[in-house]
């Protein structure tokens, strides 16, 4: 079955950086569009970067446009995401998506805090 499974978070000072990894397995990681999204306390989910299957197109979210960076190893069946210049309203948990046969996949996330 699809699994993912992200790690890399964190707690980090406004400024710098981390870089998150989502393992994936279960299903043919090289022919699907993979995302990442982010859920603070007491907000709803947000897409924050998508990368297509080659890495040919990446897209990101407003916030994190700059300072963030998707990227994927197709023979490690892996994704990443690259994050610098952290600030404080970057703290969420982070999720790795696959839309996998019409239904969207989770892993159970990595959380990561911004603060001094």
């Known amino acids: 079955q699809v699994q993912l499974v992200e790690s890399g978070g964190g707690l980090v000072q406004p400024g710098g950086s981390l870089r998150l990894s989502c393992a994936a397995s279960?299903?043919?990681?090289?022919?699907?569009?993979m995302r990442w999204y982010r859920q603070a306390p007491g907000k709803e989910r947000e897409l924050v970067a998508g990368?297509?299957?080659?890495?040919?197109?990446?897209n990101y979210a407003d916030s994190v446009k700059g300072r963030f960076t998707i990227s994927r190893d197709n023979a490690k069946n892996t994704v990443y995401l690259q994050m610098n210049s952290l600030k404080p309203e970057d703290t969420a948990v982070y999720y790795c998506?696959?839309?996998?046969?019409?239904?969207?996949?989770w892993g159970k996330g990595t959380l990561v805090t911004v603060s001094s």
């Open positions: 998506n696959v839309y996998y046969y019409g239904i969207n996949r």
């Open positions: 279960g299903f043919s990681f090289s022919t699907y569009p």
């Open positions: 990368i297509t299957s080659t890495a040919g197109s990446t």
